[in-house]
T-cell receptor
Framework: RKEVEQDPGPFNVPEGATVAFNCTYSNSASQSFFWYRQDCRKEPKLLMSVYSSGNEDGRFTAQLNRASQYISLLIRDSKLSDSATYLCVVNLWGQNFVFGPGTRLSVLP | ETGVTQTPRHLVMGMTNKKSLKCEQHLGHNAMYWYKQSAKKPLELMFVYNFKEQTENNSVPSRFSPECPNSSHLFLHLHTLQPEDSALYLC???????????????FGPGTRLTVL
């Protein structure tokens, strides 16, 4: 089983839609969790950290379920500029990061 | 954003060449990383330096040689590469911690490497 798994997509959604991405991780000792976005031919950029209680940043909501080893990202009111690949990242400890393969999102006009 | 810079941004080299990639971070961080990103594959961690000490080397071939002279600079020395080494090489930095407290990474723009 891969350490971090994501649905590769692509997810093609119309502007204004709500879209949710899922991520599962295999190591139950994982300590912290992140969502990054990566635009085509650019570097990954931190979107948000994921906290146990769930957290929200504008149109973006992240959830963590430690029992099921599952992380989610919800994007409401999708914009064209949200089109990117969304990377789930899990940290076991310190500097030990594992990246998922990413889920590609295309928001269509 | 210029927190983490990488040079060159593009590099084409032959299999017998020797070249170096440079990364510099201006964030006051203590940990630096090299990643490889090939087409349609997840980011692969290559090397980690935490407080200038190498803490991870994920079975990277010896034709890749990292150097971290101080906590702000990281190099990746390349020699006798293969065409399959063509990829985007990303540098990242993080505050750097000891113990079990997790870190948060920030990436440079990458060097797109083509090996002929």
């Amino acid at each position: 089983r891969k350490e971090v798994e994501q649905d590769p997509g692509p997810f093609n959604v119309p502007e204004g839609a709500t879209v949710a991405f899922n991520c599962t991780y295999s190591n139950s000792a994982s300590q912290s969790f992140f969502w990054y976005r990566q635009d085509c031919r650019k570097e990954p950029k931190l979107l948000m950290s994921v906290y146990s209680s769930g957290n929200e940043d504008g149109r973006f909501t992240a959830q963590l379920n430690r029992a099921s080893q599952y992380i989610s990202l919800l994007i409401r009111d999708s914009k064209l500029s949200d089109s990117a690949t969304y990377l789930c990242v899990v940290n076991l400890w310190g500097q030990n990061f594992v990246f998922g393969p990413g889920t590609r999102l295309s928001v269509l006009p | 954003e210029t927190g983490v810079t990488q040079t060159p941004r593009h590099l084409v080299m032959g299999m017998t060449n020797k070249k170096s990639l440079k990364c510099e971070q201006h964030l006051g961080h203590n940990a630096m990383y090299w990643y490889k990103q090939s087409a349609k594959k997840p980011l692969e961690l290559m090397f980690v330096y935490n407080f200038k000490e190498q803490t991870e080397n994920n079975s990277v071939p010896s034709r890749f040689s990292p150097e971290c002279p101080n906590s702000s600079h990281l190099f990746l020395h390349l020699h006798t590469l293969q065409p399959e080494d063509s990829a985007l090489y990303l540098c990242a930095s993080s505050p750097g911690t000891s113990g079990v407290v997790a870190d948060t990474q920030y990436f440079g723009p990458g060097t797109r490497l083509t090996v002929l």
